[in-house]
């Protein structure tokens, strides 16, 4: 397996249906993993692709809405009573800060780890984490609450996440020519109006990102759960960008390579 990959979790939107899991995936850098947004059962599906907890110590929450971020509070419980010892970093808007320590206080009162919080805020592209081989850079995206995309870089290689927002011009050049784009596709072009009003982005939306920014590869996620068939997203976003996949559960795409 590329030792540069992505593991989709969870790729629906916030009304649960029996198809998708809310959203959450994992970047796996040579065995370190990277958690990015932590919906409802988020915890349930790390476990379920084996992946190891002990390699999980980063979790980039892009926006506070309940489908990316209520799964936290169970994965902050569930450490406490394996009880990890290494600290776990948490990176999200700023607001997040005093909510997530009180869950943490509250439900993982006996943990034998240390949380700490990582604030992301403002309008520019910030860096988050670097450890010499990997890097991830925050970005703005728009949406109606304080929302950041994340852009993880090595090996030469780099892989894009855009979650909820209605359609921007790209915000860094960093993104230009990253190898795999994901970015949320949660309408079709029929539903173009609502998309706007929702501050979401339609199937087409997502590939005309992919096209400018010149991405290799893109995947379309976050679909309304009125559509029962998601090809119709696909299709749409072909026409425009024809290396296009939909995400799903349990699906694990190599980073460049």
Known sequence: MNPFNVTILGCGSALPTERHYCSSQVVNHHGNLFMVDCGEGAHYQFQRNHLHESKLNHIFISHLHADHCLGLTGVLVAYALKRRTADLHVYAPAEFEGMLYRQFEFYASNATYRLVFHPIEGSQTTTLYEDGHLSVQAFPLEHKVPCYGFLFQADGHGYAYCSDTKRIAPPTEALY?????????????????????????????????????????LIIGHPSSRYRDESILLKEAHEVFPNTILAEENLCVAVGG
Do not use: P, W
């Open 177 to 217: 020519g990253v190898d795999l784009l994901y970015h949320e596709a949660t309408y079709a072009d029929s539903e173009a109006n609502l998309a706007a009003t929702m501050y979401h982005a339609t199937a087409r939306h997502a590939a005309q990102f992919a096209r400018e920014i010149q991405a290799k590869k």
